[in-house]
């Protein structure tokens, strides 16, 4: 079973421009989540999806991201525009559907590097 | 708002020596407390869990932690260290089962012939 994808691995650019990174979690699993390490830095939640829903957005840090999930397959992260402070790694999880009593492991994936110039 | 402190940035040890990464969280009530490891190039993996019962808690790769409510204390532990070992490790809490984690700065562990 493929785990969790996520593309690209590495991406730079400069101020100002538009970077979309994608993650496609393990296949049936409805919870995505997407976290971000800023260099030197603790990992921090951004938002939670829930299938195609927003459960919890509380940590995205302005209205320059934008996160959706087509069809509660997908998912994508969009900065616009990129800023210096937006350099860090950028990971997605995924875990299944919430079951009453059980807990759903969240499984990570490599993480994206973004390094803004 | 709950958080997470490893004190130890950055640890050494031989390899067969034992380990102990220490993990301090702040909230009220008991959070779902977990560790994690990431080796290069890799996401992170969970290597155990802690929601209730027993403290004293086993996961994999040989690792335990201990459960410590009166220090609100959680740290990971290893008898004897193996070179891939060598990796980062994060304690992160959470208030479900489900929902986000907090996660500590993270610990870097070298592992020395």
């Known amino acids: 079973e493929a785990g969790v994808t996520q593309f690209p691995s590495h991406s730079v650019i400069e101020k100002g421009q538009t970077v979309t990174l994608r993650c496609d979690p393990i296949?049936?699993?409805?919870?995505l989540y997407w976290y971000r390490r800023v260099m030197g830095k603790e990992i921090k939640f951004l938002l939670h999806?829930?299938?195609?829903?927003?459960?919890?957005e509380s940590g995205m840090p302005n209205n320059r991201f934008l996160a959706e999930r087509t069809g509660g397959t997908y998912s994508t992260l969009k900065v616009q525009p990129a800023e210096l402070e937006d350099s860090g790694v950028y990971f997605c999880?995924?875990?299944?559907?919430?079951?009453?009593?059980?807990?759903?492991?969240?499984?990570f994936g490599p993480g994206t590097r973004l390094t803004v110039l | 708002a709950q958080s997470v402190t490893q004190p130890d940035i950055h640890i050494t040890v031989s390899e067969g020596a034992s380990l102990e990464l220490r993990c301090n969280y702040s909230?009220?009530?008991?959070?779902?407390l977990f560790w994690y490891v990431q080796s290069p190039g890799q996401g992170l993996q969970l290597l155990l869990k802690?929601?209730?019962?027993?403290?004293l808690v086993q996961g994999i790769k040989g690792f335990e932690a201990e459960f410590k409510r009166s220090q609100s204390s959680f740290n990971l532990r290893k008898p004897s260290v193996h070179w891939s070992d060598a990796a980062e490790y994060f304690c992160?809490?959470?208030?479900?089962?489900?929902?986000?984690?907090?996660f500590g700065q993270g610990t870097i562990l070298t592992v020395h012939p």
């Open positions: 999806f829930v299938k195609e829903s927003k459960q919890d």
């Open positions: 999880a995924s875990s299944q559907a919430l079951a009453h009593s059980s807990y759903n492991e969240q499984f």
């Open positions: 802690y929601f209730s019962g027993d403290t």
């Open positions: 909230y009220g009530a008991t959070p779902y």
């Open positions: 296949s049936g699993h409805d919870n």
């Open positions: 992160a809490v959470g208030r479900t089962s489900y929902g986000k984690l907090t």
